[in-house]
């Protein structure tokens, strides 16, 4: 699996209201928030850490990802990483309110497996989508 099918991957599940998948995560991998909401991990090391998480803190989002367009995907010079600029477009389930927000990711993969998932998102943003 290169970066690029992996965040193909990531995309898919999102889509159809999962999570990561779990045959896609190195057991040590890491996962990064940088610019985590307050009260939010802004890094998980490992696997089943960041299963533990990231199920339970899916379920309870109050929304429904419908879209999620990609801007650009940029290649680096080492091709086990790409960072891709992304937004998405979610249905808040309560009030059938639209909102987008965008984001920007750095996907590493090793023999298959995500071995880093840094996400930066635009949580002012999110905040007031999930306001509404």
């Known amino acids: 699996m290169t970066p690029r099918d992996a965040f193909n991957r990531m995309r898919d599940r999102w889509l159809a209201g999962a999570t990561v998948g779990a045959d896609d995560l190195a057991d040590d991998v890491i996962v990064e928030w940088p610019f985590a909401a307050p009260g939010r991990p802004s890094r998980i090391q490992g696997k089943a850490e960041f299963l533990a998480f990231a199920g339970p803190a ?4 109050p929304l ?19 960072v891709v600029e ?16 965008d984001f920007i990711t ?10 880093l998932l840094r996400e930066y998102q635009d949580t002012l943003k999110m905040a007031a989508a999930l306001a509404q």
Not at 58 to 61: I, K, P, S
Not at 67 to 81: G, K
Not at 88 to 98: D, I, K, M, N, Y
Not at 106 to 115: A, I, N, S
Request: hydrophobic share 45%; net charge neutral.
């Open 58 to 61: 899916r379920a309870a989002l």
């Open 64 to 82: 429904r990802i419908d879209d999620c367009a990609v801007r650009t995907v940029h290649s680096l010079v080492d091709p086990s990483t790409i």
């Open 86 to 101: 992304y937004s998405l477009t979610a249905t808040a389930v309560a009030t059938g309110r639209q909102a987008e927000a």
């Open 106 to 115: 750095v996907l590493t993969v090793h023999d298959g497996k995500v071995t």
